[in-house]
Nanobody, 127 residues
Framework: QVQLVESGGGTVQAGGSLRLSCVVS????????VAWFRQAPWKEREAVAA???????YYAEVVKGRFTLFKDKATNTLDLQINSLKPEDTGVYYC?????????????????????WGQGLQVTVSS
């Protein structure tokens, strides 16, 4: 059974930084991707960053330069480092994983039917 456990959300002032962590367990397929999504209030969920099992990473245009993925194979962890936070980064952040979709497609299309999801983390950026 695949499980994704997120940690690291919270409230931070604009301009600050946060590091979100996602521990993935039970993902046995060699080819898979792990992604971070977010959903702002009254908006659709969007993909912000994703990484393939071969290490290829992709970022949504709106977060490039501020969001960085860190993948640790030893601990099966995918961290999302967020710098220069803006109020519009506020939302619930989700970690997701899938054995079918690739990271590029996930970032470009944000398919809602990825197989595995974490519980979500609230990130609030105050101005």
């Amino acid at each position: 059974q695949v499980q994704l456990v997120e940690s690291g959300g919270g409230t931070v002032q604009a301009g600050g930084s946060l590091r979100l962590s996602c521990v993935v367990s039970g993902l046995t397929y060699r080819s898979h991707c792990v992604a971070w999504f977010r959903q702002a209030p009254w908006k659709e969920r969007e993909a912000v960053a994703a990484v393939d099992s071969d290490g290829s990473t992709y970022y949504a245009e709106v977060v490039k330069g501020r969001f960085t993925l860190f993948k640790d194979k030893a601990t099966n962890t995918l961290d999302l480092q967020i710098n220069s936070l803006k109020p519009e980064d506020t939302g619930v952040y989700y970690c997701a994983a899938d054995e079918v979709y690739g990271a590029w497609y996930v970032v470009q299309r944000a398919p809602p039917d990825l197989h595995h999801w974490g519980q979500g983390l609230q990130v609030t950026v105050s101005s």
